[in-house]
């Protein structure tokens, strides 16, 4: 059984940094892609940033400059550097990982809530 787990959403004022973290556990053979997609209230869920196991890393263009995406392949974690939040970048953040356990599978974190005031 694999788990993701996140943490360290909030609330936070425009303009300011938010890191979130995400790890993954369980009986884990190997990962490949691991990111964040996230989801606003009346929206379709959008992928935010990802990252390779060999560091490759993509972002949407909406974060461009602003996020940054890193992991650490010894501890299965996955995080994501939020800087210059915007209100618009209000929703629900799903951590995401590919892994080989038996076979490669798709597992998603259960979500963190990151709110933006203006």
């Known amino acids: 059984q694999v788990q993701l787990v996140e943490s360290g959403g909030g609330l936070v004022q425009a303009g300011g940094s938010l890191r979130l973290s995400c790890a993954a556990s369980?009986?884990?053979?190997?990962?490949?892609?691991m990111g964040w997609y996230r989801q606003a209230p009346g929206k379709r869920r959008e992928l935010v940033a990802s990252i390779t196991s060999g560091g490759n890393t993509n972002f949407a263009d909406s974060v461009k400059g602003r996020f940054t995406i890193s992991r650490d392949n010894a501890k299965n974690t996955v995080y994501l550097q939020m800087n210059s939040l915007k209100p618009e970048d209000t929703a629900v953040y799903y951590c995401y990982a590919r892994i080989a356990t038996v076979q490669w599978s798709d597992y998603w974190g259960q979500g963190t809530q990151v709110t933006v005031s203006s």
């Open positions: 369980g009986t884990i053979v190997s990962i490949n892609a």
